[in-house]
């Protein structure tokens, strides 16, 4: 009896801590929801895209995929990460466009914003609300689809 009820508590436990995080996503009053499909189009055998197929390389892809494109990243395996190129702590406009070089990718605001596109957390300036939108990202032999729907 008295191992049924302490297995019980920890189930509990484990259950309840468990709970989905999604408010950074969720709660952004910045960054409207950005429906895209790149289904068929990043292929690692093309010579656009064959960076991709080395750890620490990433692509930046423009609108219509994203607000102001999306950043991808290679980690290696079968790691990859996918961004929103807009700073998440603005209102969408010319600065909140992120630019990306050396795994950072930078907004031009006042405040200096960037962030780190393998976790999409900042990395310097006033970036104490959100991080980076990430997107959902699905690999299949040499084919990268990231999606958003």
Known sequence: MKNTLITSLILLLLITSCKKNDDQVSNNNY???AVFDTEGLIN???PQFNNMQFPGNYITLNSPYGINGVVVYYSGGSTY???ELTDPNHPI?????LTVDNA???CTCDDGNSF???TGLPFEGNVDQFTLIPYH?????NIIRVYNN
Not at 93 to 97: E, I, L, M, P, T
Not at 137 to 141: A, L, P, S, Y
């Open 31 to 33: 960054i409207p929801n």
């Open 44 to 46: 690692t055998n093309l």
């Open 81 to 83: 990460s996918a961004f």
């Open 93 to 97: 406009n010319g600065c909140s466009a």
């Open 104 to 106: 950072i990718a930078s």
């Open 116 to 118: 780190e596109i393998v």
């Open 137 to 141: 990202v699905e690999v299949n032999g």
